[in-house]
């Protein structure tokens, strides 16, 4: 499918890569279906809304900056998805990249959790106040020495 994206112009989808948010996203609760696009540097991808163009997420794997990251969500949550099993599951982070210049941050307290089966997806709150909204990449990537 072709998606008109925010960042690319006009990009080519495979149907595998729609992922659907039947609650939303926190403050975008009424957009529901999003296109996974690679972007335009490795390890980032782009979270399209196909339902609002200028709607787009940038996207990192938050086991790729962080060691030891854990999510600790209720399984209800999870049965709301079909997730039965871990292997079902993958998980994004939301990125900010401040205008000022600031740092270049990941949303660890509010992931996204897909499951890679049916392309149902949701995001979740982590309790744990390890895990902030806004964890420096650049910091964690040195600390990892990547």
């Given amino acids: 499918m072709e998606v008109e994206t925010k960042t690319m112009g006009l990009v080519q989808v495979d149907d595998s890569r729609v992922l659907n948010f039947p609650k939303g996203l926190f403050g975008f609760e009424d957009y529901h279906k999003y296109a996974l696009i690679e972007a335009e540097y490795e390890p980032f991808f782009w979270l399209q809304s196909l339902d609002e163009k200028g709607l787009a997420f940038l996207l990192v ?86």
């Fill in 61 to 146: 794997d938050p086991f790729l900056i962080v060691n030891d990251y854990e999510l600790d969500i209720d399984d209800k949550m999870l049965s709301d998805i079909g997730i039965s099993s871990p292997t079902d599951v993958y998980v994004w982070s939301v990125v900010t990249v401040p205008a000022d210049g600031g740092p270049v941050t990941a949303n660890l307290q509010g992931p996204l959790v897909v499951n890679r089966k049916t392309q149902t997806a949701l995001q979740v709150i982590l309790s744990d106040s390890k895990w902030t909204t806004k964890h420096n990449i650049i910091k964690a990537l040195q600390a990892r020495g990547k």
